[in-house]
């Protein structure tokens, strides 16, 4: 499986280290507008084809999957770049500027008949994975009540500058992936209600947002994230949950610790030999996700988080913008 990368940034270094660790795939082409970056990953990687135009790498063609590692507002271009050059295509998160183009994705890949997979990988953590499984077995017999907590102080505006500079903050970039397990956990949302604040004054929108979910199979739970909260120790980039079933209790502590009916155990996860703390949990998932789409391709199958699927996620994210600027609960159908 011959597979292209647009966008070597921040953390497109995470896609392309797990790539070169999935059994069958080769990294064959990359793309950057930055000439500089395009060259430092071309050599740490050792990927000879390398453009500054993605339509001049479609136009030389000779990969099946397109991996869009950019930010937002380049994902509609290149992911229907992509649908007319007739490959497959994963495209990082936040899917979309809006619901419109995310629709408009999905239907211009799904015209070709390839996978479109959202890059949502949080809820491929495997701490998170551990606590899925657990609930999805019947553990706790049938949950009730949630929550799914992201609190901390981590200096995120340093890796990634461009986070301290738009309207929108915490819900689209990081809040999205904390919806998105509250999904994987609960299911499907009928309404939402938000409030949103800014604590740290040298940024342009929002650093904590809680959000109260009632799902359609009944669950109520509560998302709550923050970049404000001076906690020791830190817990980046840890979601924790704590959920309540008719049949007992799972908690999600800080630290990797899993507690199942009373019984406590350890999911830390590994540090892959490329990865360093405390980003290990968010680099292991990217191998586990990408390792997924490759399965699933391979399988015939639809990848969990697709794009039809992400346009849940993402309408979540929307409700939540709208629910807090206009302080009332949003129905997931006004979406
Ligand atoms: P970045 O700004 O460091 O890197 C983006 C790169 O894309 C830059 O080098 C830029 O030159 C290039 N680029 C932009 N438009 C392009 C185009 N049209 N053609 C070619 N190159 C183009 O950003 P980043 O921090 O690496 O974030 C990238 C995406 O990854 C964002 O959407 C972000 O939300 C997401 N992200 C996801 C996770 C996760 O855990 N899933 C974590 C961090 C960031
Ligand atoms: O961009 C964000 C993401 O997707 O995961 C963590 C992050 O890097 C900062 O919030």
């Known amino acids: 499986m011959k597979i292209a990368l647009i966008g070597c940034g921040f953390f497109a270094r995470n896609q392309m280290h797990a790539w070169a660790q999935i059994d069958g795939v080769e990294l064959v082409a990359l793309c950057d507008m930055d000439s500089a970056r395009l060259t430092d990953a071309a050599r740490d990687f050792g990927v000879t084809r390398t453009y500054t135009d993605a339509a001049a790498m479609f136009a030389e063609g000779g990969f099946d999957v397109v991996d869009i590692a950019t930010t937002v507002h380049s994902h509609r271009p290149l992911v229907e770049m992509a649908a007319r050059a007739g490959v497959h295509v994963i495209c990082q998160k936040p899917f979309a500027l809006n619901m419109a183009d995310a629709r408009a994705m999905v239907q ?121 909260t001076q906690r020791s120790p830190e817990t980046f980039p840890e979601s924790l949950l704590e959920i309540d079933g008719t049949e007992g209790t799972l908690r999600l502590d800080a630290g990797y610790r899993l507690t199942v009916n009373g019984t406590a155990r350890d999911v830390s996860p590994p540090v892959l030999d490329w990865a360093e703390r405390p980003w290990h949990n968010i680099q292991e998932s990217v191998l586990l996700i990408q390792q997924h789409f490759v399965d699933c391709l391979r399988a015939g199958r639809e990848p969990e988080t697709s794009g039809r699927d992400n346009l849940q996620t993402f309408g979540l994210v929307e409700a939540a913008y709208l629910s807090a600027t206009e302080a009332r609960t949003v129905a997931m159908a006004e979406i």
């Not at 015209?111 to 609930?135: C, P, V, Y």
């Not at 077995?137 to 907590?149: K, L, N, Q």
């Open 108 to 228: 211009a890949v799904e015209a070709t008949g390839k996978t479109l997979m959202i890059h949502e990988n949080f809820r491929w953590q495997s701490a998170i994975r551990a606590a899925i499984d657990a609930l999805r077995s019947g553990a706790i017999g049938t949950p009730f009540f949630g929550r799914v907590s992201f609190r901390s102080g981590y200096d995120v505006f340093a890796g990634q500058p461009y986070l301290a500079e738009g309207k929108r903050f915490i819900i689209e970039d990081l809040g999205i992936h904390v919806l998105d397990i509250a999904r994987a956990l609960f299911g499907d949302v009928d309404r939402i209600t938000a409030t949103t604040r800014r604590i740290n004054p040298s940024i342009n929108g929002e650093d904590v947002a809680t959000m109260l979910l009632a799902h359609q199979g009944g669950v109520t739970s509560v998302v709550d994230c923050s970049y404000a």
